[in-house]
């Protein structure tokens, strides 16, 4: 009989335990000359591999908004805590198997502010970018990823490990910016920070400050509500 890869069984774990979809980058994509983020590798020197997690995150929680900002907020830690327990079982399984791993770190907000620079609010590593290398979606002019299947509705969490897994195929990759953002602009309208630039840009600090000091920490989620994808 064949015995079950690593990878399979990482996978097999992560939807037993309730995770809605799984992909695995290879960390040297990090290497590339269009990153400009902090780099998992600054983390972990041994790296080889970034597992991504992810859940999606019920509609519910966006057509309530904005009167339901703190039930939206509540359902973003909800999707994060899940994330976490398939996280920590999957660290442990890979340990098992002789190998490290680290969890990156993760929660309810849109871009991750709370556990990021203070002054460049960038995390240690983007897990949108290794979510793209996976083959997991592409990103969208509100700075998120587009998942295939659920559209900026989802919450993620990655995996750091020096297990060599079995890689996404490169050339599943879709192109880095989502098509039909060219058609729409309705993230940038919508935000009520004036955050998100035509030009592709966003201004993290705008965003931010709007959720901690007018939100009072509050998430804002208004340019993932009227995202059509
Ligand atoms: S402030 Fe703007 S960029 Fe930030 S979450 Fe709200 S709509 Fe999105
Ligand atoms: S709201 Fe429109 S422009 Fe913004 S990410 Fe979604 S599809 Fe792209």
């Known amino acids: 009989m064949r015995e079950i890869t690593l990878t399979k069984k990482i996978e097999n774990t992560a939807f037993k335990m309730n995770a809605d979809f799984i992909g695995i980058a290879d960390a040297a994509c990090f290497e590339s000359s269009e990153y400009t983020g902090n780099k998992p590798q600054d983390v972990m020197a041994s790296v080889r591999s970034v597992i991504i997690l992810g859940v999606s995150v019920p509609r519910g929680a966006f057509e309530t908004l904005p009167e339901g900002r703190a039930e939206y907020t509540n359902t973003l830690m909800a999707a994060t805590a899940t994330l976490r327990i398939v996280a920590f079982q999957i660290a442990k399984l890979i340990e098992k198997e002789g190998y490290r791993a680290t969890i990156v770190p993760t929660e309810g907000s849109e871009f991750g502010y709370w556990y990021a620079n203070r002054e460049t609010l960038k995390a240690n590593m983007s897990i949108k970018y290794a979510a793209y290398h996976a083959g997991l979606g592409n990103f969208g002019m509100n700075h998120l990823l587009i998942t295939k299947d659920y559209g900026p509705r989802v919450r993620m969490t990655a995996i750091l490990t020096n297990a ?3 890689k996404g195929e490169k050339d599943t990759l879709l192109p880095f910016i989502n098509e039909k953002c060219s058609k729409c602009s309705k993230c940038i309208e919508i935000c009520p920070a004036g955050a998100i630039s ?3 840009k966003i201004d ?3 965003c931010a ?19 059509p994808q």
């Open 164 to 166: 060599p897994l079995e």
């Open 198 to 200: 035509r030009d592709g």
């Open 204 to 206: 993290r600090q705008k």
């Open 209 to 227: 400050q709007y959720m901690f000091n007018v939100l009072g920490g509050l998430r804002c989620g208004l340019c993932v509500k009227v995202c």
